[in-house]
């Protein structure tokens, strides 16, 4: 039996809809979508940038110390948004057991303490964790500054989580929340869920080898413009 109903709080892109949107059809969890609200101010922007170009005179926790008073100064709109976006449309849950926040990596890297705030603020009962689904390397947010907010920290990779005490997680495909899986025949022999990033060529070249041995693929790449796309359909 379930000890908390589990709300994640992911980014709001299509990638992250497909794979995690089953957690709707649960009782007990819920998927929110958050979107990446400060990418709009135009000042957190040049701040951002400021602090990046300044990075061989200041350590990434006093960039982060920084950012983050710049941050609180626009509490209100974070909050007004936060109040939309979570308040607005978390379930009722109705079993009478705590929430457990899943905030992504990515969430917190663009909030910060705002969000873990917000959540401490209006939900007081509740509790926070975070997952980590990208390699460490690849967040401008410090892993000191997850370790403040979150008593538990989940990774997707084996090797950091041996390295920097964390908790290993296998990255989860909920979509379907299938209950009998073994009686599912697989419609595909090669499923991929991503964004292209930097490797677009990479999967292109792995997928066209793929189709040479005659396997049935499936590929979702996501962020590519659409001239650049190949095999559309």
Known sequence: MLKNNYVMLAANNKEIELMYGGLNDSLYAQLILIDYLPSKSRLLNKIRSVLYRARKLLNKRQREKIEYFFLKLGKRRYYKYFNKAIKNRIKSFENGKPICFIVMARVFECYGKIITDYLKKYYPESRHVSFFVDVLNSFQTSLSM????????????KTECKNYNLLYCLEPFSYTLLNDIENIEPEYDVTFIGAAKDRYNDIIAVYEKLRENNL???????????EDQKYKN
Do not use: M, T
């Not at 370790?147 to 920290?153: A, G, K, M, N, T």
């Not at 979702?220 to 659409?226: A, S």
């Open 216 to 226: 049935k693929l499936d590929f979702y790449i996501f962020g590519v413009k659409e």
């Open 146 to 157: 997850y370790r403040e907010s979150f008593p538990i920290i989940f990774s997707f990779d």
